[in-house]
């Protein structure tokens, strides 16, 4: 049985098919690759033993289809598998799609109908529609033994000296090149192995010290001599760099598709960053890839899907399906723009993900300002409760999704006029947020965006839960005790006169005090907190005056 698989472009797209291909012909199905007809894919997998078809137009690859009669389609994202994928569904043939960043591409969501979607996370699930599966990033096997000391000496390196690695990506990334160019290529204890990219390979330095190349074919063989390595945020030389434990620094191509490079390296640096960057890693003379690491559950998968081949119109619903999934994105990408831009990029490091969040302080955040909120679509009141608070020309409370919509999109005015309007946006906009993302993300953004009202108006010079919990109590966020973890959540209503007073003064007034009393028996009856730590936050709160 042949099995279709669709590269475009670029490295990342490419290098795990091939690893899925390799995978494939071991259950003894014939891995046929079809692709948008760049020199760079043609000159990969001509390095391959699998066949290959160049795209050139709707029509062959209908027939190709046809002839082949493939068991199912793989993909891993890009503009050109849209097509492929289109032309695969209405024949009824299953589909696979690769989702390889921590950020969702286009063709992957509008595509992902009637599809099994492979990501590496399940945060953005709300974009998708279709079979969703945990995968763990895939990279290519390698046969090979490499030998450190006799790379360097065919290289002309001196064995004295550290290596550094530098990729720039399949095309090149100028951000990289010319900081290598000026930093970099005068350190005589230093010698670069330096991927320019097929874009920018007219870089010229007159030094033995640097090693120039356009394109590395084998990057596992450079891998083996590095002792450091400087990339771009590509997918697939961070899974590579994980696996293999070398020290790394990412920079992120800043014209990827939808700031995708960013985002991963956002998520690696806040995530896993403590696996990263601790220490040098040295080979000894062996394979440097151990195949039962990688996660290859989707060959599995691949192997036991079963085709049905009547003629079937359910291709119908997933255009439409589809169609709907694009305006989504369409919706997610411009709110991620904003989002990204004001708060993720002014916050770095400081950003913090959901899985960071104590329990402790979400549920204490979720009970102080939005008691339903694991329960409500995003609005915390009745339908009745908002047509008597319009009738009456009433402002009503806010929950967590509008609370994140006016940080994120207006500045702190007390004008009526000004404050009607901005209620009015706020539920326009709850839908369309809880419709595009879920209660954990739309928390994790909350959380993040805190203060971040009074920083834009200038009363304060920090905001976000992590230097929120540096400013009082310096600490992580992950180190809260139940006290801190309920006292910031009671004081989001007015965190400048409740900060302010903690701070200069040390006190916590009467009501504050009674609130968090309240917190804290609602946390303890529904088992959040112990009985041990109910008497350590009263032992605690009863130092404060």
């Known amino acids: 049985m042949n099995v279709i698989l669709i590269t475009e472009k670029t490295s990342g797209h490419i290098s795990n098919m091939i690893a899925i291909a390799d995978k494939v012909v071991e259950e003894s199905l014939i891995p046929h690759f079809i692709t948008s007809g760049t020199n760079h894919e043609s000159y990969i997998l001509s390095k391959t033993k699998h066949c290959y078809s160049v795209y050139r137009s709707v029509y062959q690859i209908y027939s190709l289809l046809n002839r082949l009669d493939p068991k199912c389609v793989v993909s891993s994202g890009g503009r050109f598998s849209l097509v492929v994928l289109f032309l695969a569904k209405l024949r009824s043939i299953p589909c696979f799609i690769i989702e390889p960043n921590y950020y969702p591409g286009l063709s992957n969501v509008v595509m992902s109908p009637g599809s099994k979607i492979y990501c590496p996370f399940l945060k953005y699930s709300r974009l ?91 990057v596992y063989k450079m891998y083996s001599i590095a002792d450091w390595v400087i990339t771009s945020a590509g997918i697939n030389s961070i899974n590579e760099l994980l696996h293999f434990g070398i020290p790394f620094q990412l920079v992120p191509y800043p014209f990827s598709k939808f700031d995708h490079q960013y985002h991963n390296a956002l998520y690696v640096n ?28 989707i060959v599995q998968d691949i192997k036991n899907i079963k085709r049905n081949k009547c003629v079937s119109f359910a291709w119908i619903y997933y255009l439409f399906v589809g169609c709907i999934l694009y305006i989504k994105f369409q919706l997610f990408i411009a709110i991620e723009k904003v989002f990204t831009q004001k708060i993720k990029q002014n916050l770095h490091s400081d950003y913090v993900y959901y899985e960071h969040i104590p329990v402790m302080l979400k549920k204490a955040i979720i009970y102080s300002e939005d008691a339903g909120y694991e329960k409500h679509n995003g609005y915390p009141h009745k339908l009745k409760d908002y047509i008597a608070c319009i009738l009456r020309v009433k402002y009503f409370g806010s929950g967590i999704f509008q609370q994140l919509i006016k940080n994120l999109f207006f500045e702190k005015r007390g004008t009526r006029i000004y ?4 209620k009015i946006v706020e539920q326009l906009l709850t839908c369309v947020f809880y419709w595009v993302y879920s209660k954990d993300l739309i928390f994790e953004y909350y959380v993040n965006i805190l203060l971040y009202i009074d920083y834009k108006c200038g009363d304060v010079d920090y905001f976000g839960i992590k230097k929120i919990a540096k400013k009082l109590f310096q600490k992580d966020v992950r180190d809260l005790d139940v006290f801190e973890c309920i ?46 730590q109910v008497t350590e936050f009263v032992m605690k709160l009863s130092t404060f005056s």
């Not at 690695?165 to 990334?173: H, I, M, P, R």
């Not at 040098?280 to 151990?290: E, G």
């Not at 209503?493 to 006190?507: A, G, Q």
């Open 419 to 422: 404050i009607i309007f901005r």
């Open 128 to 218: 998708y529609s279709g079979e969703l599966r945990l995968h763990d990033g895939i990279i290519r096997k390698c046969e090979e033994i490499f030998h450190p000391e006799l790379i360097k000496r065919e290289i002309g390196i001196d064995s004295k000296k550290k290596v550094l690695l530098v990729l720039t990506g399949t095309y090149g990334n100028k951000a990289i090149n010319k900081g290598i160019l000026d930093v970099f290529t005068n350190d005589d204890n230093l010698h670069i192995i330096w991927q320019t990219g097929k874009s920018e390979f007219e870089i010229h330095v007159d030094t033995k010290n640097v090693t120039i190349y356009p394109f590395i074919d084998n």
């Open 270 to 297: 806040n995530v896993i960053k403590e696996n990263v960057f601790t220490h040098s890693f040295i080979w000894d003379q062996k394979n440097i890839l151990s195949e039962n690491q990688i996660d290859f559950t």
């Open 487 to 532: 006292y910031v959540s009671t004081t989001l209503t007015k965190p400048m006169y409740y900060y302010r007073k903690f701070l200069e003064e040390r006190k916590i007034d009467y009501e504050l005090k009674k609130k968090m009393f309240r917190i804290s028996y609602i946390l303890f009856v529904n088992n959040v907190i112990s009985l041990d």
